[in-house]
């Protein structure tokens, strides 16, 4: 009897079995894994077609209570929709988010990214009111201190945005520049001239130049000629070269290189034959025989974002007196109205 059983303890049998199993195993596993991607693809299918329209503040609703997508992922869509500049449905989400949050772990950073979308969205009161409430729980929380001080800002409510500084400067945050730059919009704020308060402020602090002096050079050309810093003409060469040629001291460009070169290119003198600024050397070299001009964009010196002009704070990152000028050659559109006699009329 043994005898007849003999071919199952053959060594060669076992290495069959053995590759049977692990082939059985490898076939089952494949076509299992085969059923599990597919299934997964029908989900994600069904998931993304309820994105083909937006869905509405019930669906939203829904989805976030059943628990469908992690708070993680909801918070990555909401940006998704910020970024798109769908503020409503971030808003959406950042509500339900708040309501679906029972033991409050998150709430402070949701309310403070619900705030962020108000703000992007343009409704200021409401953003105030969501920061208020983190500061009202949260007191120490300077993030949302620098928002309120710009919403604050953008209302023309400076009394209150001073007030903000308080606590910033508690919490050990460089306040100066802010408090110098509040201080400035106030008075331009007013409908008095205020030349002589800003010169005073300006040789106080010296800073935020281009603020004073494009009031000066705007109200009293004089006064701003007299007080100018020659060695920072470069920074304020956008508003010296939109200058009338009656508004321009000669005597002053006489003692800088720059200004002689910069209104050389301009045309209204022609002491400068040559400019180390390539755009203003073209302009002096053509003498006005093509119909170029200077053109200016205005960089952010700390978040690099270009804009087509002058700022006094980043609407991006929100620093302040962070202009940047960089020379462009343009095509002098009044050159050709003056010459044609056409208009855009």
């Not at 000669?250 to 209104?263: K, P, R």
Request: a negative charge; glycine letters at 4%; one cysteine or more.
């Amino acid at each position: 009897m043994g005898s007849f059983f003999i071919e199952f303890r053959d060594p060669l049998f076992s290495i069959i079995i053995l590759f049977a199993i692990i082939f059985m195993i490898s076939f089952f596993s494949y076509w299992w894994g085969r059923y599990k991607t597919k299934d997964n693809h029908r989900y994600l299918d069904k998931f993304l077609a309820q994105f083909h329209v937006l869905p509405s503040e019930v669906e939203i609703k829904k989805m976030i209570h059943q628990g469908e997508l992690s708070e993680k992922s909801w918070l990555l869509l909401a940006d998704t929709y910020t970024k798109n500049g769908d503020f409503e449905k971030a808003v959406e989400i950042y509500t339900e988010l708040l309501l679906n949050d029972k033991n409050g772990s998150n709430t402070r950073e949701i309310m403070f990214l619900l705030g962020k979308t108000y703000f992007k969205a343009g409704f200021l009161g409401r953003s105030r009111d969501v920061f208020l409430e983190i500061l009202r729980k949260n007191p120490r929380t300077p993030q949302a201190l620098h928002y309120l001080l710009l919403i604050y800002e953008y209302m023309k409510d400076y009394n209150s945005a001073q007030e903000v500084l308080e606590p910033l400067d508690q919490l050990n945050e460089d306040i100066s520049k802010e408090a110098l730059y509040l201080k400035i919009l106030a008075l331009l704020d007013t409908k008095e001239d205020v030349s002589d308060k800003l010169l005073e402020l300006y040789h106080q602090h010296k800073m935020l130049e281009r603020m004073v002096f494009e009031y000066l050079f705007r109200k009293h050309p004089s006064l701003a000629w007299k007080n100018l810093p020659v060695e920072h003409t470069p920074q304020l060469a956008d508003i010296l070269w939109q200058l009338p040629k009656e508004e321009v001291n000669f005597e002053i460009v006489a003692t800088s290189d720059f200004l002689q070169e910069l209104y050389s290119a301009k045309g209204y003198i022609d002491t400068a034959k040559k400019s180390s600024v390539f755009e203003l050397d073209i302009l002096i070299n053509l003498q006005g025989k093509a119909n170029a001009t200077l053109g200016f964009e205005y960089i952010c010196d700390q978040c690099k974002v270009v804009y087509p002009f002058s700022f006094h704070r980043c609407s991006s990152c929100h620093s302040i007196d962070a202009v940047e000028l960089e020379y462009t050659l343009t095509r002098d559109f009044s050159k050709e109205i003056y010459e044609t006699g056409h208009s855009f009329l």
